[in-house]
C-alpha cells in the first residue's frame, strides 16, 4: 500500500491525464470516481491497476479489494483528480476492454451512429441497461466511451453491457447476416411511426447523431426506418430520450 499526499507525486499526474483520450489510449486504462462505480467495478471483478482513496473514504467502501493496490490519498490530491464538483475521494484505474472482434448473432443491440454529446452517449447506454438490451457498439467516430462525463451518465452500467467501438457497416452486415433486423430511426418518407413496428426477439436500433442524424451509409444498410412522431411543436426529441423511448419499446 502506498501512501501520497503531493499533487506533484509522479503517479497522481500521470493519473490524472487519464481525463483525456490520448493518455487513456497510451496506457490502456481509464479514471473512474466515486462509490457506486467503484463498487460496481469491483463486484464486476474488473482489472485495475490502482485504487486511489482518503482514508476515511476506504473506511466505507463495502466491496472486497487488493490492498497491495490500494494507494492512500488526501483531500488535496482528490480534489486534484476529481472532475466533479464535490469529490466523493475514491477512483480507480480501470483497464480498457475492447475486444478487436466480435461476433453479432444474437440479442438486442443499440448502435450509436456518431453521436457526439457525452451526456446522450451515457444515458443511452444506462437506459439499454436497465431495458435488459445486450449491448452497445459506437461508431469510431461517437464520443469516447471512458470520456469522464460518459462515466457519470452511465453510471456503473459499462459493467453490465457489452459495450465497443466498431465500424456500423460491419456491424450490420454481421446483424444482417444473423437475420437480426435492423431498424433506423430517422425522418424519412420510407420511415413508419415506431407503433407500427411488431415486438421481435431481437434487433439492432440505429441512433444518429444529434444533429444530422443516421448517416446515409448506415441508411442504406438498415432493414426498416423509423420515427417517433411528434405530437405537440416541438421540432425533434433529444436524442437520448428518443432512444430510450423506442428501447423501451423494443425491450
Do not use: C
Not at 502506498?2 to 481509464?30: C, F, H, M, P
Not at 493496490?69 to 488535496?76: G, P, Q, R
Not at 447506454?125 to 469522464?148: H, K, M, Q
Not at 435492423?182 to 407500427?196: C, I, N, P, T, W
Request: aromatic share 10%; hydrophobic share 40%.
Amino acid at each position: 500500500m502506498q501512501e501520497i499526499t503531493s499533487v506533484n507525486n509522479r503517479l497522481i499526474k500521470s493519473i490524472a491525464k487519464l481525463d483525456q483520450k490520448k493518455y487513456r489510449e497510451e496506457s490502456g486504462y481509464y479514471l473512474i470516481e466515486g462509490f457506486h462505480l467503484v463498487e460496481e467495478a469491483l463486484k464486476a471483478k474488473e482489472k485495475y491497476q490502482y485504487l486511489l482513496a482518503t482514508p476515511d473514504a476506504v473506511s466505507r467502501l463495502d466491496q472486497d479489494y487488493d490492498e497491495g493496490k490500494l494507494v492512500k490519498i488526501n483531500s488535496a490530491v482528490a480534489h486534484h483528480l476529481s472532475s466533479t464538483k464535490n469529490s466523493q475521494e475514491i477512483f480507480m484505474t480501470v483497464k480498457i476492454n475492447q475486444p478487436d472482434h466480435f461476433d453479432f448473432t444474437w440479442g438486442k443491440w443499440v448502435l450509436l451512429d456518431d453521436l457526439a454529446d457525452p451526456g446522450n452517449v451515457g444515458t443511452i447506454i444506462r437506459t439499454a441497461d436497465a431495458a435488459g438490451f445486450d449491448g452497445v457498439v459506437l461508431s469510431p467516430r461517437t464520443v469516447d466511451l471512458y470520456n469522464p462525463k460518459v462515466q457519470r451518465a452511465m453510471q456503473g452500467s459499462q459493467f453490465h453491457l457489452s459495450l465497443l467501438k466498431y465500424p456500423l457497416a460491419s456491424a450490420i452486415e454481421s446483424f444482417r447476416a444473423a437475420d437480426i433486423p435492423v431498424y433506423a430511426s430517422m425522418l424519412d418518407r420510407e420511415a413508419k411511426q415506431l407503433q407500427d413496428f411488431d415486438q421481435v426477439p431481437q434487433l439492432a436500433l440505429v441512433i444518429g447523431n444529434e444533429a444530422h442524424g443516421v448517416s446515409q451509409d448506415v441508411a442504406e444498410l438498415s432493414d426498416e426506418k423509423l420515427y417517433i412522431p411528434i405530437k405537440g411543436q416541438a421540432e425533434s426529441l433529444n436524442a437520448a430520450v428518443a432512444a430510450g423511448i423506442m428501447i423501451y419499446y423494443f425491450s
